[in-house]
């Protein structure tokens, strides 16, 4: 699809500001040693990639992530995926939550973490300002939402997805009309005679191709572009955060406009949207797919070998760079780089992130359990984090238990077992 027609320079006068330092709690355990847009996705890559390579293949070259938490392996990926030459003015840069003679304090939610480090945005001639998370799943040219942005007239354009009323109790809903303008905000509605007013009009539905009788809403996607001088003055104030505080206020006294957008996207926000985000990949025509060579997703970039099947079945599988598999089964599964995969072993609908390292040489101890899966394992609707040692004869699977529970070396979430990062699970365990 071919790129709208911007004014020149419209893309190097724009910074991207992609919000890093959420504590990631409803991901966890995944984010108990990482920061959430570091958590693996697909197999190869990490969340944060989304949304850096949204950037870059939109010709959006200045970047900031902002951290926060459990910082150190979204600082290593980022510092060893994104580098550009010397001659380029182009930089992915990483701004950690700091103490300052201003100021001491964690950043306490999304407009106070851009508001900590104004003074970096603004030491060049930026006239637009992306606001970005980092968490989510979605392909998108943002040019299309700059070139609305300016047409309009907006000083706050705010991306907006079509979702039904079961939908609408997950998300900020927005009302507009066919100008787009949105007029009123709703956290998370409930309420059918509320609901009644803010759903999408017939001729709004009709202009973004969807029939005029359906019941559709606006949700906030949590993407939004602020005009220089409209995103200084929205954060003059003590406001923490975009979605709940900044947004509501500004729609009272400024333009703010809805770019509605109608493909993929999804919010990676919980243990089950993670799980079912990466085995919806598995699809054979999937709703996203990495296979788009017009916008690729980049990442940090390895020298490993072809992956090695030694004999294995496999059916609606994703086998990342560097694995080995013996003789085992595996159906609708994510397997991450590096996996070692014995023979006898059966993997359905899980998730295996692989390793951060071979396992060279004497493995220490002669007891000592390897990395990877082990032989005649059987594992089904897990996920198995990076590094994990799952010896010969294990099961695991979610049958039979609650949905949440924390134990010693496993947890379940959402009724999904998860194998936490660096954990062993001893010979014959049952879980």
């Known amino acids: 699809m071919q790129a709208p027609s911007l004014p020149p320079g419209t893309t190097q006068r724009t910074l991207a500001i992609i919000m890093g330092g959420g504590a990631g709690t409803r991901l966890f355990p995944l984010t108990k040693d990482r920061a959430k847009p570091a958590v693996p996705l697909g197999g190869k890559y990490r969340l944060v990639d989304i949304p850096i390579s949204n950037c870059l293949n939109s010709g959006l070259r200045s970047i900031y992530v902002l951290t926060q938490f459990n910082s150190m392996s979204l600082h290593r990926h980022i510092q060893a995926s994104y580098k550009f030459d ?16 201003a100021g001491s304090q964690w950043y306490q939610g999304t407009a106070d973490a851009v508001r900590q480090n104004m003074r970096y945005f603004l030491e060049r001639p930026f006239e637009f300002y992306l606001i970005l998370s980092g968490d989510q799943l979605y392909r998108m040219d943002f040019r299309a939402l700059l070139h609305q942005h300016i ?66 809403f606006q949700a906030s996607m949590g993407i939004y572009i602020f005009n220089r001088e409209v995103l200084v003055d929205c954060l003059n104030n003590e406001l923490v955060d975009f979605g709940k505080h900044v947004i509501p206020a500004a729609i009272q006294t400024r333009n703010v406009s809805a770019y509605i957008f109608d493909g993929y996207w999804e919010d990676i926000g919980t243990i089950r949207a ?54 085992a089964h595996l159906e609708r599964c994510v397997v991450g780089v590096r996996s070692i995969i014995q023979s006898g072993a059966t993997i359905r609908n899980s998730v295996v992130m692989g390793a951060d390292y071979y396992q060279t040489g004497n493995t220490g101890s002669g007891d000592q359990i390897p990395i990877g899966i082990g032989k005649n394992c059987v594992i089904d609707r897990a996920i198995i984090d990076k590094n994990a040692r799952i010896a010969d004869g294990v099961v695991i699977t979610p049958e039979g238990k609650p949905d949440d529970l924390d134990a010693e070396n496993y947890y379940l979430r959402d009724g999904i077992v998860v194998i936490p990062k660096d954990a062993t699970i001893p010979p014959g365990f049952w879980i």
């Open 86 to 101: 010397n001659f380029s003015r182009s930089f992915v840069d990483i701004l950690a939550a700091q103490q300052t003679p």
């Open 151 to 216: 047409h309009s007239g907006a000083e706050i354009t705010l991306a907006t997805k079509p979702v039904r009323r079961d939908q609408v109790s997950e998300f900020g809903i927005m009302q507009s009309g066919e100008d787009r303008r949105i007029t009123r905000f709703v956290e998370k509605p409930n309420e059918s005679k509320v609901l009644d007013q803010m759903k999408i009009g017939p001729d709004l539905l009709t202009a973004i191709g969807h029939a005029a009788e359906e019941e559709l």
């Open 274 to 327: 993670f799980y079912e985000a990466n085995l919806d990949l598995t699809d054979i025509v999937p709703g996203y797919s990495f296979f788009d060579a017009d916008a690729p997703i980049y990442t940090h970039p390895r020298f490993l070998p072809g992956s090695k099947i030694n004999g294995a079945t496999l059916r609606q599988a994703i086998i990342s760079d560097g694995c080995i598999i013996s003789d």
